[in-house]
């Protein structure tokens, strides 16, 4: 089954050339299933490149998804069409009523800041609290995670003395977990960070599980089953240039930028890069949605009630 879009969403028509299954919502309404509610709070910069990858990965299941796109009530885009913002994103204030299978809260780029510094922090909170009646599944990514497992648990981030940019091997820690069916032992992750989330201050909150982590960037992926979420601080929804895109732009503005590790062919920045983790992201992505489909309620009201 199909992912429900807006036939005039960007993301409509590159996935359709893709061959990624997507339906119109006016289709959508003539089937006769309740489809799975999906929420992307979109805190990213390039709004219309964060909503494709992510509507590519959950979009490849055999289920019919309605994505719903959310943004800050307060915050203001700098980096996409006001035209855009208003046809398609719902500020979080209008949606909080309502009820959803699955939230992925996306990074940001303000990890240079104390959480509390952030502009939007306290709806955020706000937000993060909601999700504990209103969403039955909470996906936090880089930033979003590591604001999550922060404002849950009190874990800390730390600042990095360079940036962790790259592709880097991680271990699967914990292959029975319904999150990694289908994982190789041994996964390339691309990371692009500033800051890092260290084992030992997650370690010490009881109910958190690192189900991958690397040697060299630390823990990646946790389950939080107590809140119904689990945190990436690393990007698999990543597109295949998108760490070059990076590069390229700190190279133009100067900026001191080491060549992101284990990218390019031999490390070379004048050779495209190829793509080695889209099978792991389409996994973990689309086991997530199988979890959800497993357990959330048919009546979204009775979520967070047991």
Not at 11 to 24: H, P, R
Request: hydrophobic letters at 35%; proline letters at 8%; one cysteine or more.
């Amino acid at each position: 089954m199909p992912i429900t879009l807006p036939e005039t969403l960007p993301a409509f028509d590159i996935l359709s050339k893709e061959g990624v299954m997507v339906m119109s919502e006016t289709r959508a309404a003539r089937q006769d299933i309740r489809p799975l509610r999906i929420g992307l709070l979109n805190l990213m910069p390039k709004k219309i490149t964060t909503e494709t990858q992510f509507a590519r990965l959950i979009g490849a299941t055999p289920l019919q998804i309605e994505l719903s796109l959310i943004k800050m009530t307060e915050h203001t885009s700098k980096h996409t069409a006001p035209e855009h913002m208003e046809a398609f994103y719902r500020p979080f204030q209008d949606v909080k009523g309502e009820y959803f299978d699955g939230l992925i809260i996306t990074g940001a780029p303000v990890e240079h800041l104390p959480f509390p510094e952030v502009t939007y922090w306290d709806e955020l909170c706000e937000v993060m609290d909601w999700t504990q009646s209103h969403v039955h599944s909470t996906f936090g990514v880089c930033w979003g995670g590591m604001a999550m497992i922060n404002h849950f648990h009190g874990v800390p981030k730390h600042m990095l003395d360079h940036k962790a940019f790259g592709c880097f091997r991680h271990r699967v820690l914990a292959p029975a977990s319904p999150y990694l069916r289908g994982f190789s032992d041994d996964v390339l992750v691309p990371v692009s960070r500033w800051t890092e989330m260290r084992q030992a201050d997650i370690d010490a909150v009881p109910g958190l599980t690192t189900l991958i982590a690397s040697d060299e960037t630390g823990p990646c992926l946790v389950d939080d089953p107590g809140h119904r979420a689990i945190y990436i601080f690393n990007h698999l929804e990543y597109d295949n240039d998108t760490l070059k895109q990076e590069y390229d732009r700190d190279v133009a503005q100067g900026t001191p930028i080491n060549v992101p590790a284990n990218y390019y062919p031999k490390d070379d920045p004048s050779r495209p890069p190829m793509n080695r983790w889209r099978s792991h992201a389409h996994l973990l992505y689309g086991n997530w949605i199988n979890e959800i489909y497993q357990t959330t309620p048919y009546d979204l009201r009775e979520i967070g009630r047991a």
